[in-house]
C-alpha cells in the first residue's frame, strides 16, 4: 500500500512541474491537479473511499489529451487510470475516445492486457455540446469490460446533463445522469436459495442512474496556483443510495 502511494505522489510531482518544462513558443494549454476526496463517486457508482486522484491535461487548438488517475487508502479499494484523446470544437461540439482501467477485473490486474474477454480496460466513445448555458454527453463502451448477462456486447450507454450556476459566491453544478438501455451485468449466485442476482453496470434498462449538485470555491494563488474545495451532494435514483462527499485540491494552469 505505502509503495502505491509514493508512486501516485511521484506521478503527481512530475504532473505539476510538467507546466513549466512547455516551450514557450508552444500555445499549448496545460492543467494538471491532484485532488483528495472524501468518497470516490463516478456516475452515481461509489468506487471507493477516501482517495487521491491526480490528473493532467495538455489541449492545443482544439486536441486534447488528458490522463485521470484514482487510488484510495483502503486495500479494497480498486485502483484506476484513465486516459483520453478528444477535440473540442470552437463552436461547442465535443468527440474523444476514453480508456478505462481499473483493478479487480483482469486475473493478474495487468495493464497491457487487451485480450476482450478478461481485460481490465474499457473503451468508451464520447460526444456532447457545451455552451454558456450547460452540456450535454452521450457515453458509449464498445470494446472491453462490458457484456450482457447472455455474454453479448453491452455497449453501456450514459447521458449526462450539466448546469453550472452561481449561487452565494460559490461555483455550482446540478447534474443529471441516464442510461436508455440495459447495461453491461453480471449473475452473481446465491447459494443458499439456489438462486442467483444479477448486478448491472448502469441499469436493467432505461433509468436515471444519477444526480448530484456540487458547489465549489476556488482560493487563487500566484504562479497559476489555485487550491479548489468542494462539496457535493451525489445520489442514484435507480439504486435508491444517496452520499455526502467533499475534497480539495491543487491545481496549477499554464
Known amino acids: 500500500m505505502k509503495k502505491n502511494i509514493m508512486k501516485l505522489m511521484v506521478l503527481v510531482a512530475g504532473m505539476m512541474f510538467a507546466p513549466a518544462s512547455m516551450n514557450a513558443q508552444e500555445s499549448a494549454e496545460v492543467e494538471a491537479q491532484v485532488d483528495l476526496v472524501s468518497n470516490y463517486l463516478w456516475r452515481g457508482m461509489q468506487k471507493g473511499g477516501i482517495s487521491l486522484q491526480p490528473s493532467a491535461k495538455v489541449k492545443w487548438q482544439g486536441a486534447y489529451v488528458k490522463m485521470f488517475g484514482s487510488k484510495g487508502f483502503a486495500n479494497g479499494d480498486e485502483e484506476e487510470l484513465d486516459l483520453s484523446l478528444g ?113 448491472y453496470f448502469y441499469a436493467e434498462g432505461p433509468a436515471c442512474v444519477s444526480a448530484s449538485v456540487r458547489a465549489t470555491k476556488e482560493i487563487r494563488l500566484r504562479g497559476g496556483l489555485t487550491l479548489p474545495v468542494f462539496a457535493e451532494l451525489n445520489t442514484n435514483p435507480y439504486l435508491q443510495t444517496a452520499h455526502i462527499m467533499g475534497g480539495i485540491g491543487i491545481k496549477v494552469t499554464k
Open 87 to 199: 477535440y473540442e470544437f470552437p463552436f461547442g461540439l465535443n468527440i474523444g475516445v476514453n480508456d478505462y482501467w481499473q483493478t479487480g477485473i483482469e486475473p493478474r490486474d495487468l495493464y497491457f492486457a487487451y485480450n476482450k474477454e478478461t481485460t481490465g480496460h474499457r473503451l468508451e466513445g464520447n460526444i456532447g455540446y457545451t455552451c454558456r448555458y450547460g452540456s450535454l454527453q452521450a457515453y458509449c463502451i464498445f470494446y472491453g469490460h462490458d457484456t450482457k448477462l447472455n455474454g453479448q456486447q453491452a455497449y453501456s450507454t450514459y447521458i449526462e446533463l450539466t448546469v453550472p450556476f452561481r449561487l452565494g459566491g460559490l461555483s455550482w453544478e446540478a447534474k443529471a445522469g441516464f442510461t436508455p438501455m440495459e447495461s453491461a451485468g453480471v449473475a452473481i449466485p446465491d447459494y443458499s436459495t439456489l438462486s442467483e442476482t444479477h448486478d
